[in-house]
C-alpha cells in the first residue's frame, strides 16, 4: 500500500493543473481502494460551499455544478467536524441530502475524509459502493493518509492554478490575483515582473515570447546537435566498457532527441509563440509526467533520462545565449530562491521590489533588502513562477501580499500608499540630525548593520553613529574564489574610512546556515546545526587569519576598528580565536605596521551562549547579541522556512526574558552589550531593548530614522514601564497587540495597514 501512496504523491506532485491533480486523485484512489466512486469537493470561498470538483464513478456532469454549503448533507457533516465519517448504509443517515445529478442513489457505503490544509477545511475526499458495507478501518487509515499527504498539493495547484498561459490576454476574470507570502521588507512596490532562473534548472525556465521564432528553432537546433554530439563521445568512450544492452540505451537517448520525437515537438512549440527555453521545458516536463505514471518501472525510470536530456539541452541553450534579464523601470525581481548576488543584477534605479519563493523574513536575502529598503515577499511559494515573467505586479511588503495583474482600484489604494510612505520619510528627513534621545534627555546610540559598499553612505545619510555588525560574508558571497589578503583589506577600508572615527563592528565570517559561498559549498542535513561561523573558520586558520589581517591593515591609522565573532558556543572558541586574532597582531607587528590591538567582542546567538555571558564577558571588550539567530534556536523555528513562519516571534516571552538576562549578565562584569539582531530595527523593540539597557542598538539603515523617532517620542519611564507591561504577560501575539496599542497612544507610527480585497 506504501508503494501505491507514494506513486501517487508522485504523480500527483508533477501534475500541471488543479484539473489534472484532482482527476488524478480520484482515479488512483477509486482504482487502489477498488471502490465504484472516488470524488473529490473543494471549498469555493467566493460562494461559500463545497463544489464537486471531480469524480470517478458518479455522473460527470454534476462535476462543477453540485454545490453544498457547509451544513448540507455527509460532505457538510465531514467539513463540520473535520474529521472521517464511514457509512454502511449512507442514505438512512439523517444528514443525507440526496442530490439527482450525481446519480448517487445507487450507491450505499460511504467514507468521506476531510483534506486539511494550515487548519483550515479545504475540501473532502469520498468513496462509496453499492454493497452495504463499513470501509475497514485499513482503508479508513490509508484514505486519511493520503488525504494528509495531497492536502498541500492540492492547495498549491488551486492557488497558481488561476493564472491563465502565457500571452494570454488580461481578462476580466483575471485581475488582482492574489498570492500569499511572507513580509521580507516592509513597503509597496508597483512593477513588473522579471524572474531570474538559476542555470540548467528546468523547472524555473519562464514562459517567453519568441521574438524571433526562427532564430530560437536555429538555437535549440544548435543546443540539440551539441547534445548528439556529447551523447555519441560518451557512447563512444564507454564502448569497451558497456555491454550491449546498455550500449543501445546511448541510441534511445539519440531517438528520443529525434526530429520526429522530443525535438519535433519542441519545434512545434515555438512556431506556437514560446521562445526555445519554454517549449522545451514544456515538451520536456510533459514527456517526464507521462513516463512517471507508467506502471513498468524500467519505463517509469526513462522520466529521468528525459529530465536529463532536457537539462543538457538547456544549458547549451543557456550558455548560447546567456540570460539577457531586461529590466522595466520599475523592475520587480522574482527568484525561485533569492541570493545576495541576485540583488546586485538589477540596476538599482530600476529595483523596486523582490520576491522569493522560498526562504522567510529573517533569510539574509531578506535582511540585506531591508538594509537596502526594497519591498520584499519571502516564502511565495505557490508562485507559478514560470508563469509570472513581465506581468505587472503590485508587491505589498507589509502584509507579504502580492497581486498579479492588478485592477484599477486596487492600483489606485496601493499608489495612495507609496505616496504616503513618500510623505513619512519626508517628515523622517527632518530629524536625520537631531539626536536619539527620549524626551527625558536619555541618549540611545543608534549604529547600523551593513554588508554592502552601498550601506555605508545610506547610513552616514541617516544618522547613523557607528557600525554596529558589518556582515563580512556578504562581500564573500559576490565573487568567484575567496578574496586574497589585499582585495579583503580594500573593501573593509571604505567601511573603516568612511565612519572614521565612528566604530566599525567587523564579524569574522559568518558562512554556513543559509550563506553558502558558491567557491566553498557546505551540504548537510542541517545546516543550521552544523558547521557555520566560527566553527569553520576555527578549522581553517589560514581563512581566518588572512580576514583578522586584512581587517587590521584595513584599520591602520584609524583605530576605530572592532571584531566580532558569530555562533560562538563555547569558551574554548572564544580563546582560541582570541589567541588567533594576538597571532595576527603580532605578525603585523614585525612587518612594522603600526597598529593596536583592536576590541574584540562576542555575539551571543545560540542559547548556549546565553547562560555563559559572564565567562565570556570576562574575555572580551564586549558583547552583541544577535537576535535573529538567538531566536530560531530557543524557539526551535528555522528561520528560512515560510511554513512555520508565523512561529518565528521575537516578542515570544522566551525571547524577552533571555534578552533581560543577556543584558544584566554582561553588566555584571561591566562589558558593554549591543544588539544587532532584527529586533532593534522595529521601534517596539527597540523601546524595550532600550529599557533593558542595551548601550547600543545596531539596526538597519532603513529603519534607523523611524526607530530614532519613536525614541524621541518617549521618556524613558514610559519604555521601562511598557517593559515592565510586557514581561508580565505570557502569549507572543498579545504582547504584539498590546506593543501596537501603546505605540499608538504615545503617537509613534505604526506600519501601514494592508489593503485588504
Ligand atoms: C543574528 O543572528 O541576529 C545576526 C545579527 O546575524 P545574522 O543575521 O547575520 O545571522
Ligand atoms: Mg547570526
Known amino acids: 500500500m506504501l508503494d501505491v501512496l507514494k506513486k501517487i504523491v508522485q504523480e500527483v506532485s508533477i501534475a500541471p493543473d488543479l484539473d489534472s491533480v484532482l482527476n488524478l486523485i480520484v482515479r488512483r484512489i477509486q482504482r487502489a481502494m477498488s471502490t465504484e466512486v472516488c470524488s473529490v469537493y473543494l471549498f469555493d470561498p467566493e460562494d461559500q460551499c463545497y463544489v464537486l470538483m471531480a469524480t470517478e464513478g458518479l455522473n460527470q456532469e454534476?462535476?462543477?455544478?453540485?454545490?453544498?454549503?457547509?451544513?448540507?448533507?455527509?460532505?457538510?457533516?465531514?467539513?463540520?467536524?473535520a474529521e472521517p465519517i464511514n457509512l454502511e448504509n449512507a442514505s438512512e443517515h439523517p444528514a443525507y441530502k440526496y442530490v439527482e445529478s450525481t446519480g448517487e442513489e445507487r450507491f450505499n457505503s460511504f467514507l468521506g475524509v476531510p483534506i486539511i490544509h494550515h487548519r483550515g477545511v479545504l475540501?473532502?475526499?469520498?468513496?462509496?459502493?453499492?454493497?452495504?458495507?463499513?470501509?475497514?478501518?485499513?482503508?479508513?487509515?490509508?484514505?486519511?493518509?493520503?488525504?494528509?499527504?495531497?492536502?498541500?498539493?492540492?492547495?498549491?495547484?488551486?492557488?497558481?492554478?488561476?493564472?491563465?498561459?502565457?500571452?494570454?490576454?488580461?481578462?476580466?476574470?483575471i485581475v488582482n490575483l492574489r498570492f500569499e507570502g511572507v513580509p521580507?521588507?516592509?513597503?509597496?512596490?508597483?512593477?513588473?515582473?522579471?524572474?531570474?532562473?538559476?542555470?540548467?534548472?528546468?523547472?524555473?525556465?519562464?514562459?517567453?515570447?519568441?521574438?524571433?521564432?526562427?532564430?530560437?528553432?536555429?538555437?535549440?537546433?544548435?543546443?540539440?546537435?551539441?547534445?548528439?554530439?556529447?551523447?555519441?563521445?560518451?557512447?563512444?568512450?564507454?564502448?569497451?566498457?558497456?555491454?550491449s544492452e546498455e550500449q543501445a540505451l546511448f541510441d534511445v537517448y539519440l531517438r528520443m532527441l529525434d526530429d520526429n520525437a522530443l525535438a519535433g515537438e519542441v519545434v512545434a512549440r515555438i512556431?506556437?509563440?514560446?521562445?526555445?527555453?519554454?517549449?522545451?521545458?514544456?515538451?520536456?516536463?510533459?514527456?517526464?509526467?507521462?513516463?512517471?505514471?507508467?506502471?513498468?518501472?524500467?519505463?517509469?525510470?526513462?522520466?529521468?533520462?528525459i529530465k536529463d536530456l532536457g537539462r543538457r539541452v538547456?544549458?547549451?541553450?543557456?550558455?548560447?545565449?546567456?540570460?539577457?534579464?531586461?529590466?522595466?523601470?520599475?523592475?520587480?525581481?522574482?527568484?525561485?530562491?533569492?541570493?545576495?548576488?541576485?540583488?546586485?543584477?538589477?540596476?538599482?534605479?530600476?529595483?523596486?521590489?523582490?520576491v522569493s519563493v522560498h526562504g522567510s523574513s529573517n533569510s539574509h536575502a531578506a535582511i540585506l533588502a531591508r538594509s537596502m529598503g526594497i519591498p520584499t515577499i519571502m516564502g511565495a511559494v505557490d508562485l507559478p513562477l514560470t508563469r509570472i515573467d513581465g506581468r505587472e505586479l503590485i508587491l505589498d511588503g507589509y502584509s507579504g501580499r502580492i497581486y498579479v495583474q492588478p485592477g484599477e482600484d486596487l492600483l489606485t489604494a496601493y499608489?495612495?500608499?507609496?505616496r504616503g510612505e513618500q510623505e513619512q520619510a519626508a517628515e523622517l528627513e527632518a530629524i536625520k540630525d537631531l539626536p536619539a534621545e527620549t524626551t527625558d534627555g536619555f541618549r540611545m546610540p543608534l549604529w547600523v548593520n551593513t554588508g554592502l559598499i552601498a550601506d555605508v553612505a545610506r547610513s552616514l545619510d541617516r544618522g547613523a553613529e557607528g557600525i554596529g555588525l558589518y556582515r563580512t560574508e556578504v562581500p564573500f558571497m559576490i565573487r568567484e574564489f575567496f578574496p586574497s589578503e589585499q582585495d579583503q583589506a580594500q573593501t573593509y577600508r571604505k567601511q573603516l574610512e568612511a565612519f572614521h572615527p565612528r566604530p566599525v563592528t567587523m564579524r569574522t565570517l559568518d558562512i554556513g546556515g543559509d550563506k553558502s559561498l558558491p567557491y566553498f559549498p557546505i551540504e548537510e542535513e542541517?545546516?543550521?546545526?552544523?558547521?557555520?561561523?566560527?566553527?569553520?573558520?576555527?578549522?581553517?586558520?589560514?581563512?581566518?587569519?588572512?580576514?583578522?589581517?586584512?581587517?587590521?591593515?584595513?584599520?591602520?591609522?584609524?583605530?576605530?576598528?572592532?571584531?566580532?565573532?558569530p555562533m560562538v558556543t563555547s569558551v574554548g572558541e572564544v580563546e582560541e580565536a582570541s589567541r588567533q586574532i594576538d597571532r595576527a597582531v603580532k605578525e603585523l607587528q614585525d612587518e612594522g605596521h603600526d597598529i593596536e590591538r583592536p576590541l574584540v567582542g562576542v555575539m551571543v546567538e545560540v542559547p548556549a551562549a546565553v547562560y555563559q555571558v559572564r565567562r565570556f564577558a570576562r574575555r572580551v571588550d564586549f558583547i552583541s547579541v544577535g537576535s535573529n539567530d538567538l531566536t530560531q534556536y530557543l524557539l526551535a523555528v528555522d528561520r528560512n522556512n515560510p511554513r512555520v513562519a508565523d512561529l518565528y516571534v521575537s516578542y515570544h516571552p522566551a525571547v524577552l526574558r533571555a534578552l533581560v538576562f543577556i543584558a544584566r549578565e554582561a553588566h555584571k562584569e561591566n562589558v558593554t552589550v549591543s544588539i544587532c539582531g532584527e529586533l532593534a530595527s522595529e521601534p517596539g523593540g527597540a523601546l524595550l531593548l532600550m529599557a533593558m539597557g542595551y548601550d547600543v542598538?545596531?539596526?538597519?539603515?532603513?529603519?534607523?530614522?523611524?526607530?530614532?523617532?519613536?525614541?524621541?517620542?518617549?521618556?524613558?519611564?514610559?519604555?521601562?514601564?511598557?517593559?515592565?507591561?510586557?514581561?508580565?504577560?505570557?502569549?507572543?501575539?498579545?504582547?504584539?497587540?498590546?506593543?501596537?496599542?501603546?505605540?499608538?497612544?504615545?503617537?509613534?507610527?505604526?506600519?501601514?495597514?494592508?489593503?485588504?480585497?
Open 62 to 81: 454534476a462535476v462543477g455544478s453540485v454545490r453544498l454549503s457547509a451544513e448540507e448533507g455527509l460532505v457538510g457533516m465531514v467539513v463540520d467536524r
Open 123 to 173: 475540501g473532502v475526499l469520498v468513496v462509496q459502493q453499492k454493497a452495504q458495507r463499513r470501509f475497514d478501518e485499513s482503508e479508513e487509515a490509508f484514505l486519511v493518509t493520503l488525504s494528509a499527504q495531497l492536502a498541500g498539493a492540492i492547495a498549491h495547484a488551486e492557488a497558481t492554478g488561476s493564472l491563465g498561459a502565457m500571452g494570454e490576454e488580461p481578462s476580466g476574470e
Open 184 to 243: 521580507g521588507s516592509a513597503g509597496v512596490a508597483i512593477g513588473s515582473a522579471t524572474v531570474v532562473a538559476p542555470p540548467a534548472d528546468l523547472n524555473s525556465v519562464p514562459d517567453k515570447v519568441a521574438k524571433d521564432v526562427e532564430q530560437e528553432i536555429a538555437n535549440f537546433e544548435a543546443a540539440l546537435k551539441l547534445v548528439r554530439r556529447d551523447i555519441k563521445v560518451v557512447g563512444r568512450s564507454l564502448a569497451q566498457r558497456l555491454r
Open 271 to 305: 512556431r506556437q509563440g514560446n521562445w526555445a527555453q519554454g517549449a522545451l521545458r514544456e515538451v520536456v516536463m510533459e514527456h517526464v509526467r507521462q513516463f512517471s505514471m507508467m506502471d513498468d518501472p524500467y519505463l517509469r525510470e526513462r522520466a529521468t533520462d
Open 314 to 354: 538547456l544549458a547549451y541553450l543557456q550558455e548560447d545565449a546567456p540570460a539577457v534579464l531586461e529590466f522595466t523601470d520599475e523592475t520587480i525581481l522574482v527568484a525561485d530562491e533569492l541570493t545576495p548576488a541576485m540583488l546586485g543584477e538589477v540596476p538599482s534605479e530600476k529595483l523596486v521590489g523582490l
Open 415 to 418: 499608489r495612495d500608499i507609496l
Open 526 to 565: 542541517n545546516p543550521f546545526l552544523g558547521w557555520r561561523g566560527i566553527r569553520v573558520t576555527l578549522d581553517h586558520p589560514e581563512i581566518f587569519l588572512v580576514q583578522v589581517r586584512a581587517m587590521l591593515k584595513a584599520g591602520e591609522g584609524y583605530g576605530n576598528l572592532r571584531i566580532m565573532l
Open 697 to 757: 542598538l545596531s539596526m538597519n539603515a532603513t529603519n534607523l530614522p523611524k526607530v530614532k523617532a519613536a525614541i524621541r517620542q518617549v521618556s524613558k519611564e514610559d519604555a521601562s514601564q511598557l517593559l515592565k507591561d510586557v514581561m508580565a504577560m505570557d502569549d507572543a501575539d498579545r504582547i504584539q497587540k498590546f506593543i501596537n496599542e501603546r505605540l499608538t497612544e504615545l503617537g509613534i507610527a505604526l506600519p501601514k495597514q494592508p489593503v485588504v480585497v
